[in-house]
């Protein structure tokens, strides 16, 4: 299984959608990031044909893997993705994560429609509803896009793919922490924080209990999640139609 985390948008949840949700939840598969790199001015270094050309030559050599695409250089690989023609294939599916504010969704609109117009069928596309309050109503929050895909469905959005917002993932954030890990977790620490006497020992560990609880609520709306995102086999994955050779007349 081969998938690709895009969005136009930034601050939607891609990096945790690949890391906390697909990734751990797809046996052997590796992680590739697609990011600008900082140049020293502060500007970003566009995504360039052979860095593509050398993801896609990769992409032939693994069985499973979960490329994350930053919102810097989505532009530039949509735009390889045209040059490079049939590049899309390589990917089983595209899971696009949007929020509620307007212009996220209007992003993962533009998003989803260039996809569609790149040849990409809606059983390979599937959003993501994230960061939803947990007193939100999913078709309220997000009714400028669901009312786009009624008229248009180039995408799948099951309402039952969605994660809410949860403090959990900048508590995390650079750590490398397998939350379902850390939610199996059965170190006592209300007994170590009664045993120290430092306040700020003390304090660590209820930092380390706190994010442990919040592990093990994020745990099972994540396993939800991935289930309705209901990802198949690679070979059972349809296949958009290949553009034909024959040179116009």
Partial sequence: M???????????????????????RLP??????????NADEGQGQ??????????????????????????????DFLNLMQRYRGSQEDFDC???????????QQDTIATLAELARLGVPASRMKVVFNMLEHDAELTQSFEPLLAFLAKQPV????????????ELYARIRGTGVDLAKLARDETDYKALIARATDTAE?????????????????VPELDACFAALALRLGSE???????SSRKAA
């Fill in 46 to 75: 566009a995504l360039r044909g052979r860095q593509f050309g050398e993801l896609q030559e990769y992409l032939q050599t693994v069985d499973s893997l979960v490329v994350d695409i930053g919102a810097s250089n989505v532009e």
């Fill in 155 to 166: 995408a799948q959005a099951n309402p039952a793919c969605r994660l809410g917002a949860n």
């Fill in 28 to 37: 052997g598969a590796e992680y590739v990031a697609v990011e600008s790199i």
């Fill in 237 to 243: 994955v349809e296949r958009s139609p290949r553009p």
């Fill in 202 to 218: 003390k304090l660590s560990l209820a930092q380390k209990l706190a994010t442990r609880r919040l592990a093990c609520g994020v």
């Fill in 94 to 104: 595209f899971v696009v994560p949007t929020v509620p504010p307007l212009k996220q």
């Fill in 2 to 24: 081969k998938l690709a985390v895009i969005n136009f948008s930034g601050n939607v949840g891609k990096t945790t959608v690949a890391r906390h949700l697909l990734l751990p």
